[in-house]
Every structure is written in C-alpha cells, then in structure tokens.
C-alpha cells in the first residue's frame, strides 16, 4: 500500500536551477526519509527528518517537514545533469522502525 | 559501487522453474529487506528480517520464499511464478533496530518470467 502521495510526477528543468519536489502522507509518522533511484539502479538514501525536526540540511538538499499538514519538501538547489533520477518520499511508521512505505515518486529531468 | 550485493542481475525463467535470488552485505548491518517493485512503480516492502529472524511478512504468496542464512546474506527462494511477478526485485540492509536507521540497497535483480 502506498502511504505518501507525492508531485509533481514529473519535472523538467535547466542546469542551476531549483527543483522542488512535495510529498504528503496519511498517518503519524516516526520520520521521514527522501530516496533517489537512477535509472536501472537501486535506491540511495538522502536525507532523514525524525518527526520531532522541521528542516534539515545536506549538501545542495533542504527538507522541509510539516506535521500538521502531514508534508515534506525536497529541495534541490542549483541542480546538475547528475540530478536526473526519479526522487521517492518514504515514511516510517513502524514501533521497530524497519518498515518504509514509500510514495509514488517524482521524475526529475535536468537539462544541459 | 553499492555495498549490497545482489545476484543475479537478470533473470529469466519458466512457471514451472525453481530459482533463487542472492543478496550479500558486509556493513555489518542486522536488519535485511526485500522489495518488489514494478516499472515506473515504487519499491512495496516483500519481507524484513531482524537480526536473521523473520520480523514482517507483507502477505507475500507463498511461491516467493524468504531465508537469512546469517547476517550478511539474504535469499529469496521462487517457485511456480506467475507473469505478474516479473519486476525489479530490490534487497536492502539497515541497522536495526529502532527508528530512523536509513536503509542501503543493492541495485536488484531483474525478473522475467515467460
């Protein structure tokens, strides 16, 4: 089952742009984790917000979390080539927190 | 490089053949996963083992086999597939337990089954 929705779907942007990327999500969460996915290629970890944080920073990535409207967004800043990959939303809600559900991804494409 | 290993990275196989698929880590981590996801689909958790034992089952027919033979290996057993279950198969590995540990994936095993 899928916990999160995300959008946009897909994004088209040029070299050093921003791209913005929202998730929402149904229930109570213990944290929330962003994933990016290559082509053909599994899944990288990004960036982990527990749900008692608001923002958190990594690099060219800014996560946002809100609880009360049950939403995160992924920031890239001054995106690259490299970026085009398809991002994914993950929440955790597990008592042992094993178990991601993940959302339905966002399609981003950088152009050169 | 990813540091989950995950063999094969093809397969292709009949409905009435038995294979299996192999992941191996060493980061030393005591919680595995596998996923099943479908093309232009996210990943849907299949199974997650806690320190070698069986911890969640997702309702995964029967026909998909998990097995932890120890910490750093993780199988899935496939017998008697059926077409719809051709997709990316994904193995993962964290430590466990408690909340919040990222998880590490392998970059799966394709399945085709004719």
């Known amino acids: 089952s899928q916990q999160g929705e995300e959008d946009p779907q897909a994004l088209s942007i040029q070299e050093g742009e921003n791209a913005t990327m929202n998730c929402s999500y149904k229930?109570?969460?213990?944290?929330l984790q962003w994933y990016r996915q290559n082509s053909g290629r599994g899944l990288v970890h990004l960036i982990l917000?527990?749900?008692?944080?608001r923002e958190k920073h990594s690099g060219r990535l800014r996560v946002t979390l809100d609880t009360s409207k049950k939403s995160s967004s992924l920031l890239i800043t001054a995106s690259r080539a490299a970026d085009t990959a398809s991002y994914f939303c993950?929440?955790?809600?597990?008592?042992?927190?094993?178990?991601?559900?993940f959302g339905a991804g966002t399609i981003l494409r950088v152009k050169s | 490089d990813t540091e989950v290993t995950q063999t094969p990275k093809h397969l292709v196989m009949g409905m009435t053949n038995k294979k299996s698929l192999k992941c191996e880590q060493h980061?030393?981590?005591?919680?595995m996963y596998w996923y099943k996801q479908k093309a232009k689909k996210p990943p849907e958790l299949m199974f997650v083992?806690?320190?070698?034992?069986?911890?969640i089952n997702e309702s995964v027919p029967s026909r998909f086999s998990p097995e932890c033979p120890n910490s750093s290996l993780l199988n899935l057993h496939l017998h008697a597939l059926q077409p719809e279950d051709s997709a990316l198969y994904l193995c993962?590995?964290?430590?466990?337990?408690?909340?919040?540990?990222?998880?590490?994936f392998g970059d799966g095993t394709r399945l085709s089954i004719l």
């Open positions: 993962a590995s964290s430590h466990p337990p408690g909340v919040g540990q990222p998880q590490h």
């Open positions: 980061m030393g981590h005591r919680a």
């Open positions: 229930t109570s969460i213990n944290n």
């Open positions: 083992y806690s320190y070698e034992k069986l911890s």
């Open positions: 917000i527990r749900s008692n944080e």
């Open positions: 993950a929440t955790d809600t597990s008592l042992y927190g094993n178990k991601l559900v």
